[in-house]
């Protein structure tokens, strides 16, 4: 059997706020496909966005652009959307490789900020299933709770991510502790959410700096980082912050 950490870390690079910077001016430029186009010679290993109701940064036309050239380039398309019956209709019709519930309304969301699986399960459920039958391998975006990945586990949803964000804000307000307690909690979801068949991905807040230990974690298969990259290819160039990025993810893996 294969060790665990000889099981590599994909580095998913969330493009999101390219679309934010150009939606600023309202203009075309920076054109957040040009940017997937650069993430992927970089090497990342697939792209996400996520396309909002209120379109505040990604567009429909982006989307349909993101898909085509993640097809033509043979790159995971990771589209992150809320349970609306608009956004799963587009979604089923773009069939990205995988489709990632995200909570947009407060109602949608526990109270770190996951999507509440649990406590809107008749209405995921179907949302699920018509992605799962256009294609799309499901993802859940929840928090690392036991009831959020039974939950998950009762669906045909074939991943879930655990939301990092508590973590990443407890060490920005220099709270140790807490970031461990948390750090815990995310290692232990891991091991749970793996135990029941589901494939395991963080996501949120990561940088260069608290990265390490959540890519140590044997579990996780992916991490889908965007903020922190988009806003430090503004220093280092876009190319150069995500090879950064991955080869400290490399290193916590190899070094766990
Ligand atoms: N994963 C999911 C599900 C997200 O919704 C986001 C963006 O909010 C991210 C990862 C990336 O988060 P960040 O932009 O903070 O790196």
Not at 52 to 67: Q, W
Not at 75 to 86: H, K
Not at 128 to 133: S, W
């Amino acid at each position: 059997m294969t060790p665990v950490h000889d099981k590599p870390v994909r580095l998913g690079v969330n493009i999101d706020h390219v679309a934010t910077l150009r939606n600023a001016r309202g203009g075309t430029h920076p054109d957040p496909v040009d940017a997937a186009m650069a993430a992927i010679e970089a090497g990342a290993d697939g792209i996400t966005a996520h396309l909002r109701e209120d379109r505040r940064h990604i567009t429909d036309g982006d989307m349909d652009r993101l898909a085509a050239l993640c097809e033509d380039r043979d790159v995971p398309l990771n589209m992150e959307l809320a349970a609306t019956e608009e956004m799963v209709e587009i979604a089923a019709r773009l069939k990205p490789h995988a489709a990632c519930l995200v909570p947009e309304r407060r109602e949608e969301r526990t109270t770190e900020g996951g999507l509440d699986v649990a406590g809107q399960h008749n209405r995921l459920v179907p949302a699920i299933a018509r992605l799962a039958d256009a294609g799309c391998r499901v993802s859940l975006f929840i928090e690392a709770a036991p009831h959020q990945i039974d939950a998950a586990a009762s669906t045909r949803a074939e991943v879930v991510e655990f939301h990092t964000g508590a973590y990443a804000h407890a060490l920005d307000d220099g709270n140790e502790d807490k970031a461990q307690a948390i750090l815990e909690q995310l290692r232990d979801g891991g091991r749970s959410a793996d135990a029941a068949g589901l494939e395991v991905h963080y996501g949120h807040g990561l940088t260069f700096d608290n990265v390490r230990p959540v890519a140590a974690i044997p579990e996780a298969r992916e991490l889908n980082i965007g903020h922190f990259i988009i806003g430090e290819a503004v220093f280092l160039g876009l190319g150069p912050a995500i090879r950064r990025m991955a080869d400290i993810i490399a290193d916590a893996r190899a070094a766990a």
